[in-house]
């Protein structure tokens, strides 16, 4: 069963002078129980990992406005939408030079994306409201299949199928990097240090594993699909590469006790902005009843206020993550402008907020048969 290790009892107060009261120095004058630590990725060749990953999303409307020329409506009543992605992951660390890996399989045994849109418009006098629900219940097309990424010489990881192919365009954006290895130190750490983290590296939390190809149905509604697959309810990776500003930190907590005494404690703190113009994604994002409508994508852009503090529980002794958590609020802008033809742009501008969460959890695995699934 696979626990989420994220409240650990830490090791004793230590008082102003840096030592408990009663601690017995070691042969340096140094406490034994704040020597300074180094959480490293090291896992040793041959293991693997079970991993689950939840993102959760939770928004409601606070602006949706339409321009035509110099009209403006302000869209009337209530939106909400609510979003899951579930990852059940196994990860094999299959060669290593030194600290450095070299050769990875992910197998993806479930990507399951769920999400659910309600709107409620006002009713005119006399009449019941009139509510509106649209949802998505996702698998991904790589749900099944297996991932080697390999590092080539220049240091990059290349991707392939271990056995059943898929599309090779999915390929170019799934990410390696699980273990969030971006947040740890760059060196030995005592309790209470911190160190800042690139706003880049964040990606690696909020949308794991890179970008999980979702096919959109027949029966889907576009305009939903469109947002939770570019950055408002999911799709977080199409936030990144613009604008990416703020603070990510992390500090050093120290080690848990007793039974716990192998994981060590990291906290997060961020408060960050995202924009990046999405011009090209909308575009590729359009329905055929879009295109045949003559309809063209002039411009389209979103960004992204987040603000949170997470927990990063490390296996000193395995060298990978243990468990991650994130607790966190979020507002997002998406704007877009349309032409059809000759007419008159359309402007459409959609502000939501509310919550984002992240949950990991681990168990150590046996590695599995090579090659994957067939």
């Keep these: 069963m ?28 140094e406490d034994p129980a ?15 990992v079970l991993r689950r990953i939840e993102i959760e999303h939770a928004l409601t409307l606070e602006q949706m406005v339409f321009r035509v020329g110099e009209d403006q409506e302000i869209m009337p009543g209530t939106m909400s939408l609510a979003s ?20 990875l ?34 698998r991904s097309s790589l749900e099944g299949k297996s991932v080697v990424f390999e590092r080539a010489a220049a240091g990059e990881f290349g991707r392939h199928f271990d056995a059943q192919e898929g599309s090779e365009e999915a390929l ?10 971006a947040f740890l130190p760059p060196g030995p750490v005592l309790p209470g240090d911190s160190w800042d983290v690139p706003v880049a590296a964040l990606v690696d939390v909020v949308a794991p594993g890179g970008s999980w190809p979702l096919p959109r149905g027949r029966a889907d509604d576009a305009m939903f699909h469109r947002s939770v697959t570019s950055g408002m309810g999911g799709g977080l990776e199409e936030a990144f590469g613009g604008v990416e500003d703020g ?32 011009t090209k994604l909308a575009a590729a994002q359009q329905t055929a009843r879009e ?12 960004s992204l206020d987040l603000e ?56 150590a695995a046996e590695p599995r048969p090579t090659p994957g699934p067939r």
């Design 2 to 29: 696979l626990t989420t290790l994220c409240l650990l009892t830490l090791s004793p107060f230590v008082s102003a002078t840096g030592v408990e009261t009663g601690t017995t120095l070691n042969a340096t004058g």
């Design 34 to 48: 704040i020597l300074a630590e180094e959480p490293r990725l090291a896992p040793k060749a041959g293991s693997a």
């Design 84 to 103: 899951a992605l579930k990852l059940d992951l196994h990860d094999e660390y299959r060669a290593l030079d030194g600290e450095r890996l070299l050769n």
């Design 105 to 138: 399989r992910r197998s993806a045994d479930a990507v399951h994306f769920t999400g659910d849109l309600t709107i409620t418009v006002p009713a005119a006098a006399g009449q019941a409201r009139r509510l509106d629900t649209r949802s998505l219940d996702k």
């Design 172 to 181: 170019r954006h799934l990410a390696w990097d699980l273990d969030m290895s």
């Design 247 to 278: 603070l990510l930190r992390m500090t050093w907590r120290g080690r848990g006790s007793g039974e716990n005494a192998h994981l060590g404690l990291m906290d997060m703190e961020l408060h960050l902005r995202l924009a990046k113009v999405q």
């Design 291 to 302: 295109r045949l409508s003559n309809v063209r994508i002039v411009n389209a852009s979103l």
């Design 308 to 363: 949170g503090s997470g927990v990063l529980t490390w296996d000193m002794t395995a060298g990978r993550l243990a468990a991650f958590s994130l607790d966190g609020r979020q507002r997002v802008r998406m704007r877009i402008v349309t032409q059809r033809g000759d007419e008159e742009q359309r402007e459409q501008t959609l502000q939501m907020a509310g919550s984002l969460s992240s949950r990991v959890s681990t168990q």
